[in-house]
């Protein structure tokens, strides 16, 4: 089968988070179980020019948007046996800064979803499949059905759509209905994509996609219920039959502690004690922390918002930064939460270290170099942070709430069995004692050594999960 996937970001060419790094793994691990696979796009104008120069100009596009008709064009490049295309636009995507959060994001992703429907019907590699991701493409489903489907050429195609994290939605007034989408109001309904008065992208994808898919087993159970739901789990709840929750894998190639170029001493299983110890002094070294190899080093690599745990960790800081252990934090996000990072870095000097922003290679670091990594998340649809961090040999320490209960599997003192630890309820108390008991296994060495060993040995990779993918796009063959 001939299977598009269709998102705002995909890495290496763009990425601001884990929606990237899953359209950047994921179409080469279902190609490589036989089905021709494709990805689209937009042309940001900050795509490194290394690409940029690989890319071949194929066609121009004129592309309805609302009652306009807006130009751009399509490029490919070829990498690794998939066709990449690109959708151009310097109107829309050739923007300085952020990708998200213009004053015209509706405008310009409807755009996007138009025009890689437009794209369809000026070339031979047509697809079966159009895999759409995350509220950027909700509303192409929505397109495909409404505008698209009584052409022929258009009649085979489904739709697959993943929610990548329900919180983030697409939600814009009402008068683009008609203005951007070219929509009469009897679809601006509670069974269409209207909610709490305006339009939303998801909602679009959850209605008129033919499947639906989140990024673990657990949140897809949870999403389902008020408290996760985000508004939308009446929504999904009408297509449940239609949900399944698979889980996301990592890129191996790129979250391997035995050739990474950015961590200060590579090393395998064999090898981890050794190259751990390394790579931990050069990152206390890095953040002013005490350099010491006995002391339990516990890792935080994220952005500072409220889904991440920060309020937890600021209930507690003042007991944190007394236990024996030191803390590395890396991130940036709400003033709040930035400020409160600042604050414990400067009252717990030499025990706790901070970088605010975003530094690929301290992150690398703090995978390698420390020996916990802490995920109090309220929620998590999958998480990407605990599977490097045990391909690293860093034990997780999370709440067990979507992807991150479907990961780590807790530790059991009776059996030895587990791949680090976890609490159930979102509270600080109950995180700062399982900040403790991790503290008291790491003194035991010979079990916090095994428990290494199973989280380093575990699969992480896409091969489980690319085979129910493909399972999924030939129910429609």
Same mark, same amino acid.
């Given at each position: 089968?001939?299977?598009?996937?269709?998102?705002?970001?995909?890495?290496?060419?763009m990425?601001?988070?884990?929606?990237?790094?899953?359209?950047?793994?994921?179409?080469?691990?279902?190609?490589?179980?036989?089905?021709?696979?494709?990805?689209?796009?937009?042309?940001?104008?900050?795509?490194?020019?290394?690409?940029?120069?690989?890319?071949?100009?194929?066609?121009?596009?004129?592309?309805?948007?609302?009652?306009?008709?807006?130009?751009?064009?399509?490029?490919?490049?070829?990498?690794?046996?998939?066709?990449?295309?690109?959708?151009?636009?310097?109107?829309?995507?050739?923007?300085?800064?952020?990708?998200?959060?213009?004053?015209?994001?509706?405008?310009?992703?409807?755009?996007? *979803?138009?025009?890689?429907?437009?794209?369809?019907?000026k070339?031979?590699?047509?697809?079966?499949?159009?895999?759409?991701?995350?509220?950027?493409?909700?509303?192409?489903?929505?397109?495909?059905?409404?505008?698209?489907?009584?052409?022929?050429?258009?009649?085979?195609?489904r739709?697959?759509?993943?929610?990548?994290?329900?919180?983030?939605?697409?939600?814009?007034?009402?008068?683009?209905?008609?203005?951007?989408?070219?929509?009469?109001?009897?679809?601006?309904?509670?069974?269409?994509?209207?909610?709490?008065?305006?339009?939303?992208?998801?909602?679009?994808?959850?209605?008129?996609?033919?499947?639906?898919?989140?990024?673990?087993?657990?949140? $897809?159970?949870e999403?389902?219920?008020?408290?996760?739901?985000?508004?939308?789990?009446?929504?999904?709840?009408?297509?449940?039959?239609?949900?399944?929750?698979?889980?996301?894998?990592?890129?191996?190639?790129?979250?391997?502690?035995?050739?990474?170029?950015?961590?200060?001493?590579?090393?395998?299983?064999?090898?981890?004690?050794k190259?751990?110890?390394?790579?931990? $002094?050069?990152?206390?070294?890095?953040?002013?922390?005490?350099?010491?190899?006995?002391?339990?080093?516990?890792?935080?690599? *994220?952005?500072?918002?409220?889904?991440?745990?920060?309020?937890?960790?600021?209930?507690?800081?003042?007991?944190l930064?007394?236990?024996?252990?030191?803390?590395?934090f890396?991130?940036?996000?709400?003033?709040?939460?930035?400020?409160?990072?600042?604050?414990?870095?400067?009252?717990?000097?030499?025990t706790?270290?901070?970088?605010?922003?975003?530094?690929?290679?301290?992150?690398?670091?703090?995978?390698?170099?420390?020996?916990?990594?802490?995920m109090?998340?309220?929620?998590?649809?999958?998480?990407?942070?605990?599977?490097?961090?045990? $391909?690293?040999?860093?034990?997780?320490?999370? $709440?067990?709430?979507?992807?991150?209960?479907?990961?780590?599997?807790?530790?059991?003192?009776?059996?030895?069995?587990?791949?680090?630890?976890?609490?159930?309820?979102y509270?600080?108390?109950?995180?700062?004692?399982?900040?403790?008991?991790?503290?008291?296994?790491?003194?035991?060495?010979?079990?916090?050594?095994?428990?290494?060993?199973?989280?380093?040995?575990?699969?992480?990779?896409?091969?489980?999960?690319?085979?129910?993918?493909?399972?999924?796009?030939?129910?429609?063959?």
């Amino acid at each position: 089968m001939k299977i598009w996937y269709v998102a705002s970001e995909a890495a290496p060419f763009m990425k601001t988070g884990g929606l990237a790094d899953v359209v950047g793994s994921l179409p080469q691990a279902v190609a490589d179980l036989g089905d021709e696979v494709s990805v689209v796009m937009p042309k940001y104008g900050s795509i490194a020019e290394e690409y940029v120069d690989e890319m071949e100009y194929l066609f121009d596009l004129i592309v309805p948007v609302g009652w306009r008709k807006q130009f751009g064009a399509v490029l490919k490049l070829e990498r690794d046996g998939i066709n990449y295309y690109f959708i151009d636009s310097e109107y829309y995507f050739k923007r300085d800064g952020v990708l998200y959060g213009h004053f015209d994001d509706a405008e310009r992703f409807a755009f996007f *979803s138009r025009a890689v429907l437009e794209m369809i019907g000026k070339i031979e590699d047509v697809p079966d499949v159009l895999h759409c991701h995350d509220w950027q493409t909700g509303i192409l489903p929505a397109f495909l059905r409404i505008h698209y489907q009584h052409i022929e050429a258009y009649q085979h195609i489904r739709t697959v759509y993943t929610i990548h994290n329900l919180q983030y939605q697409g939600v814009f007034p009402e008068e683009i209905l008609g203005e951007l989408l070219q929509f009469g109001p009897e679809h601006f309904t509670a069974e269409g994509i209207q909610h709490n008065g305006l339009v939303n992208y998801m909602k679009a994808g959850i209605v008129h996609s033919d499947q639906i898919t989140t990024v673990s087993p657990s949140y $897809r159970d949870e999403i389902m219920e008020p408290y996760y739901g985000e508004g939308l789990d009446g929504a999904l709840r009408h297509r449940a039959v239609d949900v399944r929750g698979i889980l996301n894998g990592i890129d191996l190639s790129t979250n391997d502690p035995s050739t990474d170029a950015r961590i200060a001493q590579t090393y395998d299983l064999d090898t981890y004690k050794k190259g751990k110890i390394a790579n931990k $002094r050069a990152l206390q070294e890095r953040l002013g922390l005490e350099v010491r190899d006995d002391v339990m080093l516990i890792g935080f690599v *994220s952005r500072l918002v409220d889904q991440k745990g920060l309020d937890l960790i600021n209930a507690v800081r003042e007991e944190l930064g007394q236990l024996p252990c030191q803390f590395a934090f890396l991130g940036s996000g709400q003033p709040e939460y930035e400020g409160i990072i600042h604050e414990m870095t400067a009252a717990h000097p030499g025990t706790v270290g901070s970088y605010i922003g975003f530094d690929i290679e301290l992150a690398h670091l703090i995978y390698a170099g420390a020996d916990a990594f802490l995920m109090p998340s309220r929620f998590e649809p999958c998480g990407l942070s605990q599977l490097i961090s045990m $391909r690293y040999g860093t034990l997780p320490i999370v $709440r067990e709430t979507g992807g991150l209960r479907d990961t780590v599997k807790p530790y059991n003192e009776f059996t030895q069995e587990g791949t680090g630890f976890g609490f159930m309820n979102y509270n600080a108390h109950e995180m700062l004692a399982t900040i403790e008991y991790s503290i008291r296994v790491y003194s035991e060495k010979e079990n916090w050594d095994a428990l290494v060993h199973q989280a380093m040995t575990a699969d992480y990779s896409w091969k489980q999960s690319a085979k129910q993918y493909r399972e999924l796009y030939h129910l429609f063959a």
